[in-house]
């Protein structure tokens, strides 16, 4: 039971270019998330998919769009990366519902340069 | 809406005193409370929870935390640090069905020997 895991765990961006963020989980949740963390900023939500076939935008979903692929796996996409998306992502997944706490990836560091 | 507030993005203890971090939460309905608590270069893992029931919520690693709705406050506490305490400590807030999760900036602990 690997839990929720992430790809790539680094990654360098020039501006302008494009990457996808990797995010499965093993434990059979409905729910998964995309946060970013910046210092002093917290957890911030970027999109979320409360089930399969469904997403949401979260706090700051500007730059970003997702895909819930199936039900293990949610991916996160930066079009056309800029500088202020230099940060840490992490995925999380949950249980159906807000009783529940989430679990969440290793995060993946990202700095566009 | 909801928000969380943690006092103090640095606290400082010496190794074998009380350890205290503040959070105050604000929600619209019911409240379910989170501690998660990040090592570095790791991703959150969860501490403890308040969903419904004893307002007192023990949790993993000797830390507790007191539910005070009068005060709107979910203070975390352990009697006596240890080194390996050190790490950053975020409270989240959930509730009323939303899938939305929302945390605190943080709180980073050091423990001095």
């Known amino acids: 039971n690997a839990g929720v895991t992430q790809t790539p765990k680094f990654q360098v961006l020039k501006t302008g270019q494009s990457m996808t963020l990797q995010c499965a989980q093993d434990?059979?949740?409905?729910?998964m998330y995309w946060y970013r963390q910046d210092p002093g900023m917290g957890l911030r939500l970027i999109y979320y998919s409360a089930s399969e076939g469904t997403t949401d935008k979260g706090e700051v979903p500007n730059g970003y769009n997702v895909s819930r692929l199936n039900k293990r796996e949610f991916s996160l996409r930066l079009e056309s990366a800029a500088p202020s998306q230099t940060s840490v992502y992490f995925c999380?997944?949950?249980?159906?519902?807000?009783?529940?706490?989430?679990?969440f990836g290793p995060g993946t560091r990202l700095t566009v340069t | 809406a909801q928000s969380v507030t943690q006092l103090g993005s640095h606290v400082s203890v010496s190794e074998g005193a009380l350890v205290l971090l503040r959070c105050n939460y604000s929600?619209?309905?019911?409240?379910?409370l989170f501690w998660y608590v990040q090592y570095p270069n790791q991703g959150l893992q969860l501490l403890l929870k308040?969903?419904?029931?004893?307002?007192l919520v023990k949790g993993i690693n000797g830390f507790e935390a007191e539910f005070k709705k009068s005060e709107t406050s979910f203070h975390l506490t352990k009697p006596s640090a240890h080194m390996s305490d050190a790490a950053e400590y975020f409270c989240?807030?959930?509730?009323?069905?939303?899938?939305?999760?929302?945390f605190g900036t943080g709180t980073k602990l050091q423990v001095i020997p």
């Open positions: 308040y969903t419904t029931g004893a307002t």
């Open positions: 929600s619209s309905v019911p409240p379910y």
């Open positions: 999380a997944s949950r249980n159906r519902d807000y009783v529940h706490e989430q679990y």
């Open positions: 989240a807030v959930s509730g009323g069905g939303y899938q939305k999760v929302t």
């Open positions: 434990m059979n949740h409905n729910s």
